[in-house]
């Protein structure tokens, strides 16, 4: 929820943007370096997400889709690891992850895997 300052201490809307350029202004984080940062870089972050990966290539429905549908054959269609270093929040990575799993399952109940 954004917080808004009381309308008596903004005057004008000048006045709302002057305080959003002295923010930008102030910060210590160029925006276009910050745009430039496109994969997760975080040890403890990227350790976790490995380990959920390793979890989903854990399971025997895993085993049997990269036995039935080899890499090299495999299209957009088919079920696709997520990249660990992809910048997420951890709720959207979560999200990811699940979806992952669950098109697992699906892919096994479709081939009539057990």
Do not use: C, F
Not at 41 to 69: A, C, F, M, V, W
Not at 91 to 100: E, H, L, N, P, T
């Amino acid at each position: 929820m954004i917080r808004r300052p009381p309308r008596s201490t903004l005057s004008s809307s000048s006045a709302a943007s002057d305080v959003y350029k002295r923010q930008v202004v102030d910060s210590k984080v160029n925006p276009v370096e910050e745009l430039m940062v496109t994969k997760e870089t975080d040890p403890s972050r990227l350790h976790q997400r490995q380990k959920q990966i390793d979890l989903g290539k854990g399971t025997p429905e895993y085993q049997e889709y990269i036995k039935r549908i080899p890499k090299e054959n495999r299209s957009r269609k088919h079920v696709r690891t997520p990249d660990p270093t992809q910048i997420r929040s951890k709720r959207a990575w979560d999200g990811i992850v699940k979806q992952w799993r669950r098109a697992l399952h699906q892919w096994a109940r479709e081939a009539g895997v057990e």
